[in-house]
């Protein structure tokens, strides 16, 4: 928060030691290192005779944009695809893509360029193909909501598998509604009610049986129930009421981006809000620039994208990273000075990293900036350890702070686990188990605290303790 003494000298180009004079005659003496108020900034770059603009957290968010709710209009379903390894997603994706094309696509040769549209009953899904749950809290950790339906790929010979679990783990943390999509039903030994008995345990269970989750059996092989799979997610968007204004300027994701050696820096992004033209100028993250020309996922050049579709632009000056938020400006200047400023901003931070929450720190931040629940990832060498841990916590006073387990799985600590603790602000916990490197490395470039125990009441001592602020720091 806010702008030290040394950062505004390095954006207003003029020397430190310039700033702090003019602060002393002002009558606030500052320091290099210590934050000036915005009405400060304002007056010291005033007085240099510069004008500065703030840019609030409310811009820079720039989805906080109000919308009337007569402007708003239905809009297609955005929908990623998940599940264990080998299950079928890719298979599937093909499928639909596949079906699709023989209800009159022009073209009919799909480029890859992160996800596509496809039609139904004159309505439009998009797919977006983020490859896998890591990928999907990778860009929610970067405060992207770009699914608003998982498509869960369970085969129906191999039922549910770690990832299976993984993927339904990390879609609640999302919030965002599961239909499973029961594979490889053509294949003699498959057994789809077995996948249904098996999900109940993870509280994915049937609309028939009184549940809340849609179930579709299907082969990606053979095409079959892919329709009757389309029109469920088709169902499941009416009920989600999917809404977003058109009619104003550009807003979304980038979903995917490279360096292309002909064509520059190309990127898919998907439309959140608004919509988006040719000629219109972009700032996407760090990258800014006027969209050059759109290109849907068959090649096929486009005027404009609406809320929901995903399309392929030139014309940025960089390339932009998954999950970096785009918006539209009027000001090619703006977005130009908003790119540099972000940059800026960028280098910064790197610098003084966030932090996020730890046993450590959990009492301050719940007192300090009313954190009131304490989101843990579980890893274990045995199920029973973690069935145990649960239980205790269950006991546990949650009136102050409410404790969730949103993952828990046997095995070491991934580097997945770390990306999904790192966006649920959450602290992971291992019991006779340990970080993988490439997991160790995360958490320490990200922040994300890592304990690990042998006994369990050591652990629920410590979670204990968290809770009231008694934990002293130990290293
Ligand atoms: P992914 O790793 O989840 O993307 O899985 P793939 O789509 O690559 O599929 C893994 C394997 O399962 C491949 O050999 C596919 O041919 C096979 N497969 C996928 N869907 C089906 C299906 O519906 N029936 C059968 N029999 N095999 C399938």
Same mark, same amino acid.
């Given at each position: 928060?806010?702008?030290?003494?040394?950062?505004?000298?390095?954006?207003?180009?003029?020397?430190?030691?310039?700033? *702090?004079?003019?602060?002393?005659?002002?009558?606030?003496?500052?320091?290099?290192?210590?934050?000036?108020?915005?009405?400060?900034?304002?007056?010291?770059?005033?007085?240099?005779?510069?004008?500065?603009?703030?840019?609030?957290?409310?811009?820079?968010?720039?989805?906080?944009?109000?919308?009337?709710?007569?402007?708003?209009?239905?809009?297609?379903?955005?929908?990623?695809?998940?599940?264990?390894?080998?299950?079928?997603?890719?298979?599937?994706?093909?499928?639909?893509?596949?079906?699709?094309?023989?209800?009159?696509?022009?073209?009919?040769?799909?480029?890859?360029?992160?996800?596509?549209?496809?039609?139904?009953?004159?309505?439009?899904?998009?797919?977006?193909?983020?490859?896998?749950?890591?990928?999907?809290?990778?860009?929610?950790?970067?405060?992207?909501?770009?699914?608003?339906?998982?498509?869960?790929?369970?085969?129906?010979?191999?039922?549910?598998?770690?990832?299976?679990?993984?993927? *339904?783990?990390?879609?609640?943390?999302?919030?965002?509604?599961?239909?499973?999509?029961?594979?490889?039903?053509?294949?003699?030994?498959?057994?789809?009610?077995?996948?249904?008995?098996?999900?109940?345990?993870?509280?994915?269970?049937?609309?028939?049986?009184?549940?809340?989750?849609? $179930?579709?059996?299907?082969?990606?092989?053979?095409?079959?129930?892919?329709?009757?799979?389309?029109?469920?997610?088709?169902?499941?968007?009416?009920?989600?009421?999917?809404?977003?204004?058109?009619?104003?300027?550009?807003?979304?994701?980038?979903?995917?981006?490279?360096?292309?050696?002909?064509?520059?820096?190309?990127?898919?992004?998907?439309?959140?809000?608004?919509?988006?033209?040719?000629?219109?100028? *972009?700032?996407?993250?760090?990258?800014?620039?006027?969209?050059?020309?759109?290109?849907?996922?068959?090649?096929?050049?486009?005027?404009?994208?609406?809320?929901?579709?995903?399309?392929? *632009?030139?014309?940025?000056?960089?390339?932009?990273?998954?999950?970096?938020? $785009?918006?539209?400006?009027?000001?090619?200047?703006?977005?130009?000075?908003?790119?540099?400023?972000?940059?800026?901003?960028?280098?910064?931070?790197?610098?003084?990293?966030?932090?996020?929450?730890?046993?450590?720190?959990?009492?301050?931040?719940?007192?300090?900036?009313?954190?009131?629940?304490?989101?843990?990832?579980?890893?274990?060498?045995?199920?029973?350890?973690?069935?145990?841990?649960?239980?205790?916590?269950?006991?546990?006073?949650?009136?102050?702070?409410?404790?969730?387990?949103?993952?828990?799985?046997?095995?070491?600590?991934?580097?997945?686990?770390?990306?999904?603790?790192?966006?649920?602000?959450?602290?992971?916990?291992?019991?006779?188990?340990?970080?993988?490197?490439?997991?160790?490395?995360?958490?320490?470039?990200?922040?994300?605290?890592?304990?690990?125990?042998?006994?369990?009441?050591?652990?629920?001592?410590?979670?204990?303790?968290?809770?009231?602020?008694?934990?002293?720091?130990?290293?």
């Amino acid at each position: 928060e806010g702008v030290t003494v040394a950062e505004l000298a390095e954006i207003l180009e003029v020397s430190a030691n310039d700033i *702090i004079k003019r602060l002393f005659l002002l009558g606030t003496p500052l320091t290099m290192t210590q934050t000036m108020s915005n009405d400060l900034v304002e007056l010291v770059a005033d007085d240099l005779g510069r004008q500065v603009r703030i840019v609030t957290a409310e811009e820079e968010n720039s989805f906080s944009f109000y919308d009337a709710p007569e402007d708003l209009k239905s809009r297609p379903p955005v929908v990623t695809v998940m599940g264990h390894v080998d299950h079928g997603k890719t298979s599937l994706l093909d499928a639909i893509r596949h079906t699709n094309v023989w209800s009159g696509e022009a073209g009919g040769i799909t480029q890859h360029i992160g996800a596509s549209e496809v039609q139904i009953n004159g309505r439009q899904i998009t797919f977006v193909d983020t490859p896998g749950h890591e990928a999907f809290t990778a860009m929610r950790a970067r405060g992207a909501k770009i699914t608003d339906v998982v498509v869960l790929v369970v085969a129906a010979d191999d039922g549910v598998m770690p990832q299976t679990i993984e993927a *339904i783990n990390h879609s609640k943390a999302a919030g965002v509604p599961i239909i499973v999509a029961v594979n490889k039903c053509d294949k003699p030994e498959a057994n789809p009610d077995k996948v249904r008995q098996m999900l109940t345990e993870y509280g994915i269970i049937p609309e028939e049986w009184g549940g809340q989750n849609m $179930f579709v059996n299907v082969s990606a092989k053979k095409g079959q129930g892919i329709d009757d799979l389309l029109e469920t997610i088709l169902l499941q968007a009416d009920v989600l009421e999917l809404k977003a204004n058109p009619d104003t300027f550009a807003s979304g994701n980038i979903i995917e981006a490279k360096l292309d050696r002909g064509r520059g820096p190309v990127a898919t992004l998907l439309v959140t809000r608004g919509t988006l033209h040719v000629g219109d100028t *972009i700032v996407a993250g760090q990258s800014y620039g006027s969209v050059r020309a759109m290109l849907d996922q068959h090649g096929n050049h486009k005027d404009e994208a609406r809320p929901s579709d995903a399309v392929e *632009i030139l014309g940025l000056n960089s390339v932009p990273a998954a999950g970096d938020e $785009f918006r539209v400006f009027e000001d090619a200047r703006d977005a130009r000075d908003l790119a540099e400023q972000r940059a800026l901003k960028a280098r910064i931070e790197e610098q003084n990293k966030v932090k996020h929450v730890t046993l450590e720190t959990l009492f301050d931040e719940m007192s300090q900036n009313e954190l009131k629940e304490l989101n843990l990832v579980v890893k274990a060498d045995a199920q029973g350890t973690i069935e145990a841990l649960a239980d205790s916590i269950g006991k546990m006073d949650q009136s102050e702070v409410r404790i969730n387990i949103i993952h828990s799985a046997v095995g070491a600590i991934s580097e997945t686990d770390v990306t999904l603790a790192m966006a649920s602000n959450a602290i992971i916990i291992g019991f006779g188990v340990r970080p993988q490197p490439k997991a160790r490395d995360a958490a320490e470039r990200e922040n994300v605290q890592i304990k690990t125990y042998s006994i369990i009441y050591k652990a629920i001592e410590d979670i204990d303790a968290a809770r009231i602020g008694m934990l002293k720091p130990t290293e």
